[in-house]
Structure formats: structure tokens, C-alpha cells
């Protein structure tokens, strides 16, 4: 069996993508697969040997300095054929595990570059400097490896011509994980957002609009960055129609858009965010919920182009407010919308594609 090593310093062990998508459709696949990551303990998951490290606290410079070079020193011993690693401070230790034996995989989740433009915990003097220098050391490093797996058709873009093996694999949702067949009747007036809370997510303007609202809800799961920004968001008059749900694992996911009349992506414009594919969008597609997004053209050509929801300017609290209230008072529209999604997702959003060009890349890479 082909040794596979998957290894992040900075995601959970039940990470979305790397552990649930990935790592369990290698395994599936018949490779012997580990997931080497900072958790709390070893166990064996759906055929995936998840490798608990230590945690080094919470602080970013222990992460990206004892904890990558713990994860470093585990990885190395198990003497994987691939190794496929998923963190750019990662790439401190790329070259590291590379011999002429194995191979190794950058799964580039974001332009990095361009997101430390808009890092709050980088001096915004210093944020161009940074991307510039990142920039240069990823694609210096990147250039010596033995393939790429980009998260967008954008970011595939930004590695082709610097490595030779470059390919695009999306997360998108898997088939059947959070469709549902919840009578439209049945639902409440509630919307709901689900990921990173964050002002960078369009999460205050979020609040804002709700402030606009009678008798809706919204319903948040996911961590706030930083840490006190919920208290930023205590203060708005829309809070008082929030529903908190904190940090939830998938099935409390399935249950919130189960209840959902719409789900929320309104994210700024910044350079990060108009080329990126955010899974939550393909996840509230997938359980048959209408979409409320930003107005960027890939977005407007996903969304609008599959006619399953609206689109609007993410920087203003009334336009978000007037697309729920929409969605909320047009029901047949509504379930319109969201069964359009569901069909996009069933025909081209899933997991099952990407499942075989992941597979294909692989075999390529070991014959």
C-alpha cells in the first residue's frame, strides 16, 4: 500500500476538507493514509490514522515555530511515500521532507499573498512588504515540489507556470451530507450564517440588517476573530434577533440549515475574497437554502446563473435587510431557490468529481 501523509499545524482534526474530503476518499481509495496534526489524541477514523501532536497554547509565533517543527519531526518518521501538507507556514519544512524516495504536495486553501493584506494582526504599514516577501519564498519553494492541489480555479491560476503539476480541486460538499427533506412550511422565519465570524465576513453589516427585521432570526455558528469581536457585535441593534450556537460539528450544521430559510455569505471585496469559492455557499446550495451573497461577478455567475439566490452589495446593512426580507415573505420563490441549489450541487457542486481528480493525481504521482 502507498503511504499517505497529510499534515497540518493550524486546522482540527476533523478538518472539512483535509480529513473528510481527502483523507477519507484516499483511504476509500485503498491508500494507507495518516493525518498528522496538533489534537488531543490518536485514534483511527474512517480507515485515516489521525496522529495527535502537541499543541503549543494558542499563540501564532509557537504554532509557526515549535508546533510545525513537532508535526515535522512526526511526519518524517513514518517515511510516507506522499506527504500532502495544507498550512503555508508549512512550507518552512517542505523541502525538509522531500527525498528521493517520496513526494510532496502543497493543497494551497487560499491566495496567502493576498490575504496578508488584509491580516488585522499585521501592521497595516507592513502588510505589502509581508505579501511581497511571502510571495517570493512560496514560489521559490513551491517551484521544487512535486505538485499542487489549489482549493479555486484561481488559485490554480497563480501556481501555473511556477510548478509543472498544478490542479484544482474544490471543495465542494459532499452529495448527501446536509441535504434534507424539510417541508418549506415547516420552517420558521430564520436565516442563518455559518463559518469564521468576522468583520472582514460582512458580519457587523450582518447585525445591521437585522436591526431592519421583525420577527426573523439569525441563527451563528462558528468562532469569533478575534476573539472580542462579539463584543463589537453586542452593541448593534440587530443582536437582540441572534441565536448564538458557538463552535457546532456537522450534524448541528444539518440541523441549523434544516430550519433555515436562507443562508448569509456577504464577505467584502477585498482582493481574498472576489476570486475565492467559500464552502459555505456550495454547503447552503447542498441542503436546498437559498443563497444571500456578495455581489462579485463569480459569486453573481454561481449564484444568479443557477437562479438559487440573491446577490447584494455586502458593505450595506438595508440591501442585506431587503434580501431576507424577500426571501422570508416570497415562500414559493424562496423554495424555488433552494431546490435550484440542491439540483446545481447534485449536477456539478459535489464531492464526487473532485474525489476522482484528487484519486487521478495521485496514481499519476506514484507511477
Not at 49 to 74: C, D, P, Q, S
Not at 176 to 189: A, C, G, M, P, Y
Not at 308 to 337: H, L, T, W
Request: charged share 25%.
Amino acid at each position: 500500500m502507498i503511504k499517505v501523509c497529510h499534515i497540518s499545524s493550524a486546522h482540527p482534526s476533523k478538518d472539512i476538507r483535509i480529513f473528510i474530503k481527502e483523507c477519507t476518499s484516499l483511504a476509500n481509495a485503498g491508500f494507507d493514509v495518516s493525518f498528522v496534526v496538533p489534537t488531543e489524541k490518536s485514534e483511527l477514523v474512517n480507515n485515516v490514522n489521525i496522529i495527535a501532536v502537541e499543541k503549543n497554547g494558542n499563540g501564532r509565533l509557537k504554532r509557526m515555530t515549535k508546533t510545525v517543527w513537532k508535526v515535522y519531526k512526526k511526519a518524517k518518521s513514518l517515511n510516507a511515500d506522499i506527504y500532502h501538507f495544507h498550512d503555508p507556514e508549512l512550507l518552512s519544512i517542505a523541502l525538509l521532507l522531500k527525498s528521493k524516495n517520496n513526494r510532496v504536495i502543497f493543497d494551497a486553501h487560499e491566495d496567502v499573498s493576498k490575504q496578508i493584506l488584509e491580516k488585522y494582526w499585521i501592521n497595516r504599514y507592513l502588510r505589502k512588504f509581508v505579501s511581497s516577501l511571502y510571495k517570493m519564498v512560496e514560489n521559490f519553494i513551491t517551484k521544487r515540489l512535486d505538485g499542487i492541489v489549489a482549493a479555486t480555479p484561481y488559485i490554480t491560476t497563480r501556481f501555473t507556470g511556477i510548478n509543472k503539476n498544478v490542479i484544482n480541486i474544490n471543495n465542494y460538499p459532499l452529495l448527501n451530507e446536509l441535504s434534507n427533506n424539510t417541508e418549506w412550511k415547516s420552517k420558521k422565519n430564520e436565516i442563518c450564517y455559518i463559518g469564521g465570524v468576522s468583520e472582514i465576513r460582512g458580519c457587523k453589516e450582518i447585525i445591521e440588517a437585522m436591526g431592519f427585521l421583525n420577527n426573523v432570526k439569525l441563527n451563528i455558528a462558528g468562532n469569533y476573530s478575534p476573539d472580542n469581536f462579539k463584543d463589537e457585535l453586542s452593541k448593534i441593534n440587530g443582536w437582540n434577533n441572534v441565536i448564538e450556537h458557538g463552535v457546532v460539528g456537522r450534524s448541528e450544521v444539518a440541523e441549523i440549515l434544516k430550519k433555515s430559510k436562507a443562508g448569509l455569505v456577504t464577505f467584502y471585496g477585498v482582493p481574498n475574497h472576489i476570486d475565492a469559492q467559500p464552502n459555505k455557499m456550495f454547503e447552503y446550495m447542498s441542503a436546498g437554502v437559498p443563497v444571500i451573497g456578495s455581489n462579485f461577478p463569480l459569486w453573481e455567475e454561481i449564484i444568479l446563473g443557477n437562479n438559487c439566490g440573491i446577490c447584494v452589495n455586502p458593505e450595506n446593512p438595508k440591501e442585506i435587510s431587503q434580501a431576507i426580507k424577500f426571501i422570508i415573505d416570497n415562500d414559493d420563490k424562496a423554495q424555488e431557490m433552494g431546490n435550484n441549489g440542491r439540483k446545481a450541487v447534485i449536477e456539478k457542486y459535489n464531492w464526487g468529481g473532485e474525489e476522482k481528480k484528487l484519486l487521478d493525481f495521485y496514481k499519476n504521482l506514484i507511477t
